[in-house]
């Protein structure tokens, strides 16, 4: 299938609302502006780049074809421009894709998300990583991935960032990346363009090997995370919510197809698709999902 390019698109046509609740939280919270400007002073985004390139492999035309190819491919879709830098990193098991860098992004993928993932499959999550730049959130994004390494030395420092980090801005930085990732989702699915790639996609996250993908598989993982919305998970406290989300390990892949699904069963992603003028897209979005977050 050829994928539309969505000239003109910009991420506030398909942000998802909890992500912009969020955000706008953990920007209202006293002391965020002191936590990144401490950050910076720190230099963890030149850090962060230099692990990069001192660590991973750059993907070129020459060395991995198969992946530039779908990378490139990936932001013309959703018209990223100029074209980021991609990396290759060590295998872990599972998929693991990382973005970093407010001045000059870069994405990074793992060796099984190169060797698990069809090219539509790795539209999908290429196109997950390429909305980090789209939105602009990368400081934020990038800080939520050092945190648990920075956090102890902070506490540490006469910064007097401990408290600050304990007074609720860790919990509300995480509630707001997990949010984030259903922005994510939604990008990934107009890169692919295939509901049923995403949701093969989001099973291999989950860490689900190719060769157990079967109809049947498909079919009760889209009916569990159809279903998932109606579970007790909406009636638990926020700050048991923000504590769940803080463990990076879980893919959390069904509550993620969950609400890709309600989107396209709203109509909201085929009426994106279609529209011809996409930059006049993103400010007066009525948005019809209900806030249980």
């Known amino acids: 299938m050829e994928q539309k390019v ?7 046509a398909y942000e998802h609302p909890f ?3 969020a955000l ?5 919270m006293p002391g ?5 400007k401490k950050i910076n002073e720190y230099g963890i985004d030149r850090l962060l780049r230099l692990q990069f390139l001192g660590n991973d492999i750059r993907v ?28 290759l990193s060590r295998g872990t098991g599972y998929i693991q894709t990382y973005t970093i860098g407010v001045e000059k992004p870069l994405v990074s993928i793992n060796l099984e998300g190169m060797e698990w993932l069809s090219h539509e499959e790795l539209l999908y999550v290429l196109g997950q990583e390429v909305a980090h730049i789209k939105s602009r959130h990368l400081l934020y994004h990038q800080t939520a991935i050092i945190l648990p390494s920075l956090k102890t030395f902070l506490s540490n420092t006469t910064l007097g960032l401990g408290g600050l980090l304990a007074s609720g801005v860790e919990l509300a930085l995480y509630n707001w990346l997990m ?9 990934g699915l107009l890169a692919c363009q295939d509901v049923e790639v995403a949701t093969t996609a989001l099973m291999k996250i989950a860490g689900l090997p190719r060769e157990y993908l079967s109809t049947e598989i498909l079919e009760d993982f ?10 007790s998970f909406n009636n638990l ?7 769940s989300f803080m463990e990076y390990r879980f893919s959390w892949a069904i509550m993620r197809a969950s609400e890709l699904l309600k989107w396209v069963d709203s109509g909201e992603y085929e009426a994106l698709i279609q529209q011809t003028n996409l930059e006049q897209l993103g400010d007066t979005e009525d948005w019809n999902f209900s806030d249980s977050w």
């Open 237 to 243: 406290d926020k700050i048991a919510k923000m504590l």
């Open 60 to 87: 070129t035309p020459r060395n991995f074809p198969y992946l530039h190819k779908s990378f490139v491919e990936t932001c013309q879709i959703l018209d990223v421009s100029p074209v980021p830098e991609l990396y």
């Open 179 to 187: 949010m984030a990732k259903f922005t994510s989702d939604r990008a």
């Open 6 to 12: 969505l000239t003109g698109l910009r991420s506030e």
């Open 24 to 28: 706008a939280s953990l920007e209202k």
């Open 222 to 231: 889209i009916a569990q995370a159809r279903e998932f919305s109606t579970e």
């Open 19 to 21: 992500d912009r609740k």
């Open 32 to 36: 965020i502006s002191l936590l990144f």
